[in-house]
């Protein structure tokens, strides 16, 4: 099906900015969406921003770190079959494990394995 693989996770100060990276392989075709999703340890994952086939963007209203919109931006390049991330004014509660994950026109969803993202004060 698809395979998917972030990069670009790591420790950080409050108020620094970091883009996350995503690649798909595999069956991408079957793609219709693609998005960003974080989770801490005993909760759910939840939704960061995602985006569309057609470029159509919608955020999560996780329970951290306020308003995300004035925060991140998420683009994708199909050519390159790849999902980005942008984060800035990082603050300590958006720490968490960052997915990848793309719906499948099949109706299945793939999950990247996860890049760590530590915000320190």
């Known amino acids: 099906q698809v395979q998917l693989v972030e990069s670009g996770g790591g420790p950080v100060q409050a108020g620094d900015s970091l883009r996350l990276s995503c690649v798909a392989s595999?069956?991408?075709?079957?793609?219709?969406?693609m998005g960003w999703y974080r989770q801490v340890p005993g909760q759910q994952r939840e939704l960061v921003a995602s985006i569309t086939n057609s470029g159509a963007t919608s955020f999560g209203a996780p329970s951290f770190g306020g308003s995300l919109e004035d925060r991140v931006t998420i683009t994708r390049d199909k050519d390159k079959n790849a999902l980005y991330l942008q984060m800035s004014s990082l603050k300590p509660e958006d720490t968490g494990v960052y997915y990848c994950?793309?719906?499948?026109?099949?109706?299945?969803?793939?999950w990247g394995r996860g890049t760590q993202v530590t915000v320190s004060s």
């Open positions: 595999g069956h991408t075709f079957m793609i219709n969406r």
């Open positions: 994950g793309a719906e499948l026109t099949i109706g299945l969803y793939s």
